[in-house]
Nanobody, 123 residues
Framework: QVQLVESGGGLVQAGGSLRLSCAAS????????MGWFRQAPGKEREFVAA????????YYADSVKGRFTISRDNAKNTVYLQMNSLKPEDTAVYYC????????????????WGQGTQVTVSS
C-alpha cells in the first residue's frame, strides 16, 4: 500500500497564499499519478489538480487554473500544491490522492487517500 499524509493547511486572508504538502510512504516507487481533491461543508468532493509520475503533465480544475500549481519531488516522495490568490470559496478540507497504475491524467479514480488538511480563507 501507499500511505499519504497532508500538511500545510491553516487560516489565510483572501488574496493570500498557502503551500500544501503530501508525504508518501510504503510502495512509493509504484506511485504514478498524484492528485489533490477538496470538500467544503455540505458539498461533494471535487477534483482540484493532478500531476503525472514524471511531472511533465499537469491537469487543473477550471476553478483553480492560473492560481494553483501542483508539483512533485520524487526523491522526497512528496507532492505539493501551491495555492495563490486564495478566495473564500477555496475553503475546504484538502485531500491528497494517488494511484499506482498508468492511466489518463484526467482519470478521476484513485486508489489511496490521505486524512485531509483544513484550509480556511477569510474575506
Amino acid at each position: 500500500q501507499v500511505q499519504l499524509v497532508e500538511s500545510g493547511g491553516g487560516l489565510v486572508q483572501a488574496g493570500g497564499s498557502l503551500r500544501l504538502s503530501c508525504a508518501a510512504s510504503g510502495r512509493t516507487f509504484s506511485s504514478n499519478t498524484m492528485g489533490w481533491f477538496r470538500q467544503a461543508p455540505g458539498k461533494e468532493r471535487e477534483f482540484v489538480a493532478a500531476i503525472s509520475w514524471s511531472g511533465s503533465s499537469t491537469y487543473y480544475a477550471d476553478s483553480v487554473k492560473g492560481r494553483f500549481t501542483i508539483s512533485r519531488d520524487n526523491a522526497k516522495n512528496t507532492v505539493y500544491l501551491q495555492m495563490n490568490s486564495l478566495k473564500p470559496e477555496d475553503t475546504a478540507v484538502y485531500y491528497c490522492a494517488a494511484r499506482t497504475y498508468s492511466s489518463s491524467i484526467r482519470d478521476p479514480k484513485y486508489e489511496y487517500w490521505g486524512q485531509g488538511t483544513q484550509v480556511t480563507v477569510s474575506s
